[in-house]
């Protein structure tokens, strides 16, 4: 038996952290995907994502739901939470905080399949809702609704 695991190299887990300055700064990191061979799908529900609007510095609020099928690699959920945390004080509109999720996701893991929802509380009186998807759904995956409600208060 190997003294090797799939969890090595990894720089974030299993002690203090800090949040990055900015998502640019973050580090995503991905680990094998120990049952590469079986179909499935992963779900990160994020209901208290934050951003700052990049004109007036006021803070956006965001639930954001995030689905894969992985393929050879998983997201390590440390480096994620850390990812999405280093959004906190970034200035982006709501369609590209949510894009530049999708694709750094995408960059670091290669999943079979991504989609994220951003579910945007109002600015100006308007919620705004961004969706993005790699491809169609894997036919032989269970790949339950979303579930978030269209904008009554988000509740």
Same mark, same amino acid.
């Not at 700064?25 to 209901?47: C, G, H, M, S, W």
């Not at 007036?56 to 965001?62: E, L, N, Q, V």
């Not at 894969?68 to 509109?93: C, I, Q, T």
């Not at 579910?119 to 978030?148: L, N, S």
């Given at each position: 038996? *190997?003294?090797?695991?799939?969890?090595?190299?990894? !720089?974030?887990?299993?002690? *203090? !952290?800090?949040?990055?300055? !900015? /998502? &640019?700064?973050? @580090?995503?990191e991905r680990v094998v995907n120990p049952q590469k061979?079986?179909?499935? %799908? @992963?779900?990160?529900?994020?209901?208290? #994502?934050?951003?700052?609007?990049?004109?007036?510095?006021?803070?956006?609020?965001?639930?954001?739901?995030?689905?894969?099928? /992985?393929?050879? #690699?998983? @997201? &390590?959920?440390? *480096? %994620?939470?850390?990812?999405?945390?280093? #959004?906190?004080?970034? $200035?982006? #509109?709501?369609?590209?905080?949510?894009?530049?999720?999708?694709? =750094?996701?995408?960059?670091?893991?290669?999943?079979? +399949?991504?989609?994220?929802?951003?579910? +945007?509380?109002? =600015?100006?009186?308007? /919620?705004?809702? @961004?969706?993005?998807?790699? $491809?169609k759904p894997p036919e032989d995956v269970w790949i /339950?609704?979303?579930?978030?409600?269209?904008?009554?208060? =988000?509740?």
């Amino acid at each position: 038996m *190997s003294d090797k695991t799939i969890y090595e190299g990894l !720089s974030q887990l299993g002690g *203090s !952290s800090a949040l990055p300055d !900015s /998502p &640019e700064k973050a @580090v995503l990191e991905r680990v094998v995907n120990p049952q590469k061979d079986t179909p499935y %799908l @992963v779900r990160f529900t994020v209901p208290e #994502f934050t951003s700052l609007c990049p004109i007036t510095g006021a803070p956006d609020f965001a639930h954001i739901m995030i689905d894969y099928v /992985p393929g050879e #690699f998983l @997201v &390590e959920s440390k *480096s %994620l939470k850390l990812f999405l945390g280093s #959004f906190r004080n970034h $200035g982006a #509109f709501h369609e590209d905080c949510t894009i530049t999720i999708a694709k =750094r996701l995408t960059e670091c893991m290669a999943p079979t +399949w991504l989609r994220i929802g951003g579910y +945007w509380f109002p =600015r100006g009186g308007i /919620p705004i809702d @961004v969706f993005y998807q790699t $491809g169609k759904p894997p036919e032989d995956v269970w790949i /339950p609704e979303q579930g978030v409600a269209p904008y009554r208060g =988000r509740g």
